[in-house]
């Protein structure tokens, strides 16, 4: 599944003349997802009603845009304005599909790596599982103070009831050919957008008006993937020769970044929640390993269950959501309509 998801997304991102051919699944995707909609908006089918506000933060296409990253940098901007916000998601790649609390210290395969990832980086209480209702229920059962509900991802989770949508669009990728899945990388046609809250993610901020809400991806230095420090003598890893291994939607935007960085970097993709093994990167001894946050959360689990001497030379590249003020006056904005602040 993981190698024909590559062979699909490098399909997409050479135009192969393959991708006719998928047109057909392309249109029973559109009409299953049209129809599902409308039975959810037109009360043919039951929704989830949260007892507090429920903010959607999710994207139309297939792959990463961004979005754990501004979830991360929204939580801590309401917890520093004392909102009592939670956080709920999916939790793809989990062993179990029923509610459960994210903790500190649970791991990938009890709460999917994006869960952990904003935990560690967040502290915010936080839940996942396939039926979101639940899963609020949940949440709301061990917090009962909270005042705001920030879903990661669920936009096409018609289920639950949403008070707000932002969607993240990659102003890089675009939307590709604009087709939808599996002829392209839309989940939902494009005028999805209509209605709801757009952030881009794009660095060229020359290319929106001045009232676009903008986000961008700031890298730090490689950090140690054990031990979370710099390297030797308080320097960090020095630009080299070295592998960039990622497990996420979008890796060409990982290796952009090292490039940018000055490291000569030698790209090994797997499939988006990769599941890391030891022989992922038994042949990888010959140089640094440079990995992303969210695939750290995997290979720090996987170091613990393997003592072998290839984690020592494994470093991670912190990135921080850098967002616009308008995004933060919008933030506040919404906060105000809901009677949150």
Known sequence: MKNLELLITKAWQEKSPILTTLAPLSALYGVVGRVRKFLYDNDKLSKYHAPIPVMVIGNITVGGSGKTPLIIALVKYLQDKGVNVGVISRGYGRADSSPAMVCADSTPKEVGDEPCLIVQSTNVPMAVGANRGQVIDLLLQNHPALQLIISDDGLQHYALHRDVEWIVVDGVRGFGNGKL?????????????????????????????????????????????????????????????????????????????????????????????????????????????????????KLRE????????????????PVQAVLSESVYEEMDKVLGELGVV
């Open 181 to 297: 899945f599996p002829q392209g990388f839309l989940r939902e046609p494009l005028d999805r957008l209509t209605g709801a809250t757009v952030i881009y993610h794009d660095s060229r901020t020359e290319h929106y008006d001045d009232n676009a809400l903008l986000m961008h991806l700031a890298p730090s230095k490689p950090v140690s993937l054990l031990t979370g420090e710099k390297s030797e003598n308080d320097k960090n890893l020095p630009p080299q020769k070295v592998y960039a291994v990622s497990g996420i939607g979008y890796p060409a935007r990982f290796f952009k970044t090292l490039s940018e960085l000055g490291f000569d970097v030698v790209e090994r993709a797997f499939g988006d929640h990769h599941d890391f093994s030891l022989d992922d990167l038994a042949d990888l001894t010959d140089l640094p390993i440079i990995t992303t946050s969210k695939d750290a959360v």
């Open 302 to 317: 996987l170091a613990k269950r393997h003592n072998h001497a290839i984690f020592d030379n494994i470093w991670v590249l």
